[in-house]
């Protein structure tokens, strides 16, 4: 996805937001896969003392998470995880809630879906997924040249579009 398709639809999901929960999902040992947690972590090191910003490396367990989701009750949910496309590595494509059970989904253990229907039956939130095409997501492995490109851009676009 072009740079200011991903500004413009995100701009967009975000208005009206009142609290802001963002949840980095992905095995940071397998490759590609750790884009979520890495992308995670440094979302939180940026917003960590703003109150109207939770983000949370939920590694390959995001479902652990769900108590601090409903009790924190945010307007929006943003996950960011590794997602097959079968597009280019590097890809970025923002997926409606209901799109997601179409996209084979990283590598955790619950089905982000399940994960999802859970959360609109505990939380009244608009939830977005920011999927990033792979290239390689074998263990040991790091994070590809492709990825790490798409990582800066979302980081960068999400941090413009939050701090304000």
Known sequence: MLKLQLKEYLKNFLKNREKIFILGIG???KGDDAVGPV???KLFSNF???EDIVVV??????ENYTGTIRRENPSHIIFIDAVEMEKEPGYVKLVKKEEIP??????HAMPISFLIK??????????????????????????????EKS????FYELK?????
């Open 27 to 29: 095995n940071d040992m």
């Open 39 to 41: 992308l995670a972590d």
């Open 48 to 50: 960590q003392h703003q």
């Open 57 to 62: 490396n939920g590694g390959n367990v995001p």
């Open 102 to 107: 179409n996209y084979s989904i990283s590598t």
């Open 118 to 147: 859970y959360l609109e039956s505990a939380v009244d939130s608009k939830m977005i997924l920011i999927g990033i095409q792979p290239k390689s997501m074998e263990l040991g492995q790091g994070i590809s040249k492709e990825v």
């Open 151 to 154: 990582v800066e851009t979302i």
């Open 160 to 164: 413009l579009l939050l701090e304000n």
